[in-house]
């Protein structure tokens, strides 16, 4: 079957960083998007990876290890409107997003 | 990037009404949308996938008689909630992408209260 494992709730202090971790188990690999969402709304566009290393956005950065079915997500210098959650996931071999079940990241002061 | 809207943004309605739920690509064509529904806490979970000019794809466990989806065009995607209860009281959102290899662009989602 078709997994996608993420913790499932991270605390972070704010000005820190933090590392989400996700790993796969998908039949082919299209890529590997991450998805923020505020509770109450829809999910937005983080990053996309589709071959190995480090992708950067800003305060944000996304590395994708595909031998080992393995990505993170970076946040630094985070800030208080970072609290949220994280969904990553990936496009199969039939185009299809595997979603996980989300990291919920609470920022404290 | 791209744009998709989602109406009506919340609805609340008595059981056993149906109800309409528009998701239009603004400035893009989507070839495929997917609408999705969402339970307090919990993750997306996929219901269907259509393609334009075609008969959507359910997900296992998703009824096709009583989720319709109606993809007439290629901005836009209806969903019909019919004869709805409370249990599908949930946060819908729908996503479209205009090829196979792009990103999903999700609308603002449509909450549903079904009294």
Known sequence: GQNIDQPTEMTAT???IVQINCTYQTSGF??????????????????YNVLDGLEEKGRFSSFLSRSKGYSYLLLKELQMKDSASYLCAVLDSNYQLIWGAGTKLIIKP | G?????????VICKSGTSVKIECRSLDFQATTMFWYRQFPKQSLMLMA????????????????????????????STL?????????????????????YNEQFFGPGTRLTVL
């Open chain 1, 30 to 47: 299209n890529g590997l998007f991450w998805y923020q969402q505020h509770a109450g709304e829809a999910p937005t566009f983080l990053s």
């Open chain 2, 49 to 76: 996938t259509s393609n334009e000019g075609s008969k959507a794809t359910y997900e296992q466990g998703v009824e096709k008689d009583k989720f319709l989806i109606n993809h007439a065009s290629l901005t836009l």
């Open chain 2, 2 to 10: 791209a744009v998709v809207s989602q109406h009506p943004s919340r």
């Open chain 1, 14 to 16: 704010e000005g820190a």
């Open chain 2, 80 to 100: 019909t909630v019919t004869s709805a209860h409370p249990e599908d009281s949930s946060f819908y959102i729908c996503s479209a992408r205009e090829r196979e």
